[in-house]
């Protein structure tokens, strides 16, 4: 994840914070950098803009854990709660032998972007464990996960900060976090999590969700275009969660999804893949490799597929500026979290792709976390129409609220998408005033 520094004006954006390495800036440096981006439209709201670039709280936490073999193993591990202006922190938990402090932060500084850009009554938080899931056993990942939710268990809370899965973590993952955080209370709290078990709390349509959103702000960049989504040509990187079920919904629509890429093939069908037995075939087969309706393309050849809609919805800092230089899809919908670098989004913007942003496009899957803790909290469930209803109403809105900001300001989906979570947060923060 790290970068050497650019700049002196890398090393700067890090300056104020000791505990970060300078050498390695990226990818806080990017987040502030994005905040800078928005400087210009704040107002006297910018008496407030080093909030933004100032984490309210960083907890770093040793994990030590007996493993089988009778050695004892430490694991670093975090929680970041970026910003709790507007509520409780909210935000994912990473399992990945490569995470890192600074990842963990400009995680959470985007999550705090999310869920003001939905408006969300949440702030932002992230957390990790710099484990490879796969490298211990099953007993051994949850001793890590309960030692790690124990640690974290002084910040973490129904009120306070809501932890979710993320790269790495699942239902199950969210399953023990909530058990551990219930013993150590005395008392089930199931609202101290999201994404888990429907038996134990969890929603209904939350494992679509992300999906779904993809697929709603495709739609509405789309209609404002003038590119309907039957007919229409999709490719699609990542073909788990986010990527498989966004391909369904746009198979389901009428659109012509005419490649897809997981980490075992990359396929393309200009005639249309068939998403639903393709889905059933990597559910059986641990990936597309071997999927008979499609043929083998080179990657680099993929990203330059004629395409209305293109969809990175598997890891960050895919599109890079020599990919994007190539790219023919009319909409970039970004399904993964930073798919894009920044500099790639330059030129994209150059060659009048739309960019439907991230903290926009993914943001279906914490609305229906937030549904979750709703309904955790009220003890009462809804059904998943409810639910599918209520996500619809909540993206088509934030979508028409950052599309008019656009157009009004002349700026990118992201740089609006910026404006609005920005101002919220510290409109939230003015109004508050400083304690003490
Ligand atoms: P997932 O593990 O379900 O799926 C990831 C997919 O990416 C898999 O199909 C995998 O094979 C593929 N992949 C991995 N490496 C690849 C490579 N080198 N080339 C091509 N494909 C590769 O994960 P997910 O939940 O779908 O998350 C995908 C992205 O969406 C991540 O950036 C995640 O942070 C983001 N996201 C997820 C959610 C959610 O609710 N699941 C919400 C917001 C953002």
């Known amino acids: 994840m790290s970068a050497t520094p650019q700049t002196q004006q890398d090393l700067d954006r890090i300056a104020g914070l000791s505990y970060l390495n300078p050498a390695a800036p990226e990818p806080w440096a990017s987040f502030v950098e994005q905040i800078e981006r928005v400087r210009p439209y704040l107002g006297s709201l910018e008496r407030w803009i080093e909030t933004l670039k100032h984490p309210k709280r960083t907890l770093i936490v040793d994990v030590p854990i007996e493993r089988d073999d009778g050695t004892v193993a430490h694991y670093e591990g975090y929680r970041v709660q970026h910003n709790l202006s507007r509520g409780p922190g909210k935000g994912g938990v990473r399992f990945h032998p490569d995470v890192t402090l600074n990842e963990v932060m400009a995680l959470a500084g985007w999550m705090t972007i999310k869920n003001a850009a939905v408006g969300l009554p949440f702030g932002g938080a992230k957390g990790g464990i710099r484990v490879d899931p796969s490298s211990v056993s099953k007993g051994e990942l949850q001793r890590i996960t309960r030692r790690y939710t124990s640690e974290i268990g002084i910040i973490i809370g129904p009120d306070k900060d809501i932890p979710a899965p993320d790269v790495g973590t699942n239902a199950m993952t969210m ?250 947060v510290l409109e939230a923060r003015a109004e508050r005033g400083l304690y003490p």
Not at 181 to 210: D, H, Y
Not at 266 to 280: F, R, Y
């Open 175 to 424: 399953a023990v976090m909530m058990d551990t955080f219930s013993m150590n209370r005395g008392g089930t709290a199931t609202g101290v999590v999201t994404g888990k078990p429907i038996a134990l709390g969890g929603s209904l349509g939350r494992q679509e969700a992300t999906g779904r959103g993809v697929f709603i702000t495709a739609r509405e960049a789309g209609r404002q275009m003038g590119v309907p989504i039957e007919g229409a040509r999709v490719v699609v990187q990542g073909f788990g969660n986010v990527g498989g079920i966004g391909a369904r919904l746009f198979h389901a629509a009428g659109a012509r999804v005419i490649a897809v890429a997981d980490h075992t093939a990359t396929l393309v069908n200009e005639a249309g893949i068939d998403i639903p037995a393709a889905m059933a075939h990597a559910a059986e087969n641990g990936g597309l490799k071997g999927f008979a309706g499609a043929s083998p393309i080179d990657i680099e050849d993929f990203w330059r597929l004629e395409c209305e809609f293109l969809v990175p919805a598997a890891l960050e800092g895919q599109l890079t500026v020599e990919r994007a230089a190539g790219v023919r899809a009319r909409i970039v919908v970004e399904g993964a979290n930073g798919p894009t670098t920044p500099a790639a989004d330059d030129v994209l913007r150059e060659r009048d792709t739309l960019v439907v942003p991230d903290v926009l496009a993914n943001a279906g899957g914490v609305t229906v976390s937030y549904f979750e803790w709703v309904q955790d909290f009220s003890s009462f469930f809804w059904t998943e129409d409810e639910i599918n209803e209520r996500l619809e109403r909540i993206m088509v809105g934030a979508f028409s609220a950052i599309w008019k900001l656009a157009q009004e300001k002349h700026v990118s989906l992201r740089t609006a998408a910026f404006i609005i979570a920005c101002q919220r």
